[in-house]
């Protein structure tokens, strides 16, 4: 049996898949990093494994995080999503989702991807660091995010995001995944 850091419920094979095959390991890909976004958007004031257990919903009714059509979600989409069930059904957080959604391209077409909008505050630096909920990189972050006009960026949640791309490496040290530099 495998060690695990002791925030992952051994009972939730959806939590345990992605403690083992995603959270602290280096995701660069723009789709990706913008569903994390998404996710992590969400999440604010809820645990992560609520919008784990809801994410194939999230995919679903976000057209599977496809940016390019939901920056040109309509009031319609906004009313599907308000309705939706699956998802989590905040106002705010929706306009907000479809709003960072604009910002989110504007920033890969400024940088080339978002990683390397990242990488200019991480230098393409994994950091090594368990028991944190923010640092000086998700502060840096999410004050430029604001600034950018998104929502629902602060820097507990940019930390999460950066524990979920994998910049920052939080595993606990009796975790199989636990590393350090």
């Not at 939590?15 to 990093?33: A, M, R, T």
């Not at 990242?118 to 028991?131: A, C, K």
Request: proline share 1%; glycine share 4%; net charge neutral.
């Amino acid at each position: 049996m495998k060690s695990r850091c002791s925030w992952c419920n051994l009972n939730n094979p959806l939590y345990v898949s992605y403690h083992d095959n995603e959270w602290g390991i280096l995701k660069v890909d723009d789709k990706y990093l913008f569903e994390m976004l998404l996710l992590e958007s969400f999440q604010a004031g809820l645990s992560w494994e609520c919008i784990l257990n809801k994410r194939e919903n999230f995919r679903l009714a976000y057209d599977n995080f496809d940016i390019l059509k939901i920056v040109n979600y309509s009031n319609e989409d906004v009313t599907r999503l308000l309705n939706d069930k699956g998802i989590i059904r905040n106002r705010r957080k929706i306009l907000a989702s479809i709003h960072n959604a604009s910002v989110f391209e504007q920033i890969v077409l400024e940088f080339g991807s978002f990683y390397n909008y990242i990488s200019t505050f991480s230098d393409g630096n994994i950091l090594y660091e368990v028991d944190r909920t923010s640092n000086w990189l998700s502060d840096k972050i999410s004050i430029d995010l604001q600034r950018r006009g998104m929502k629902f960026v602060g820097s507990v949640i940019i930390y999460s995001f950066l524990q979920a791309i994998g910049v920052i490496n939080s595993h606990e040290r009796n975790c199989f995944m636990y590393r350090e530099v």
